[in-house]
């Protein structure tokens, strides 16, 4: 048994936006985190030593991006993807999380305004997150500099273009010192609505409701993304349904023990340790998804956070 909800952030779920999958569009959702983000703006943000913006080549066109570091020194790279069910979230609502990984790993890190749906379905963001990596790498002498430590990383939604842009940079022959998996969207065939495919995955239904992120909320953002319920079993979407995660590189995985997603980011990590690559899971207890952007007001999860980036920051260090 987990350790109970935590009381710092059982206080804050009422707070917390994009809840009423009867009410959301995707404009009041995209508002909703840019609100929450806004409301924050007099807590000074984690300094770096420069932040700039800039543009990275997507599948279909120049994407805004941001760029933080903290030096000029040869480092990783890292390229972030930001959460928001694919749907909402942009550089300003991930800006503080952005900072922190580039503190706390020493990594420069480039954040990525890829396109969002309804406006551009899947496969767009994972096209654009592939096409941006790419890019940056092409590039490299304007960021990290250092081939061997390039990594990629996402919380939520950006977790799940992360896996799957860690597997087509294997594909491609493209080496990756490591990937950070943040309570990653693994699985989303049947769109989460799916009553046979939601059993394989029980904290769909024992976190269904109540911890902020809903099941139905993942079935909303789901439904925006896929213009077909049946993109649901392509590993664009479902890495964990790729033919092989063999050769991949090694990972840093977490889930939160009060959310939806829990099991099938387990499920992954577990796919991971199985196919032989290296692979730290940790579960969150007491927390919930969305908490790498809670650490201000829970001590149990910016240690959380803390723990995963530093062992990411390992991997990025080892290189490859």
Known sequence: MSAPLDPAIAEVIPKL???????????SARDALRAL?????????????????IKVKGAAGPLAARVYRNGR???PTVMFFHGGGWVAGDLE?????????????????ISVDYRRPPETRF???????????????????????????????????????????????????IKLAGQMLVYPVT?????????????RFPSRQENA?????????????AGHYLENV???????????????????????????WFDPLRDEGKAYADALTAADVPTTYYDGPGLIHGYFGLGEVSAIAKREAQRVRSDFKALLDRGV
């Open 73 to 75: 020194d040869k480092s």
């Open 93 to 109: 609502t991930h800006d503080r999380q952005a900072r922190l990984l580039a503190i706390e790993t020493g990594a420069v890190v």
């Open 17 to 27: 936006p994009l809840r009423d999958p009867l009410t959301m569009t995707p404009q």
């Open 209 to 221: 409701k109540g911890y902020f992120l809903s099941r139905a909320v993942m079935e909303w953002f």
């Open 123 to 173: 496969p767009g963001a994972f096209e654009d997150c592939f096409a941006a990596t790419r890019d940056v790498i092409a590039r490299l002498a304007e960021f990290g500099g250092d081939v061997s430590r390039v990594g990629v990383a996402g919380d939520s939604a950006g977790g799940n273009l992360a896996a799957a842009v860690a597997i087509a940079c294997r594909d491609a022959g």
């Open 230 to 256: 049946s993109h649901g079993a392509d590993w664009r979407v479902s890495p964990l349904r790729a033919k092989t995660l063999a050769g991949l590189a090694p990972a840093v995985v977490c889930t939160a």
């Open 187 to 199: 699985d989303v065939v049947g769109n989460f609505a799916d009553t046979a495919e939601n059993a």
């Open 37 to 53: 983000a806004d409301a924050r703006a007099a807590i000074p943000p984690p300094p770096v030593a420069d932040v700039t913006d």
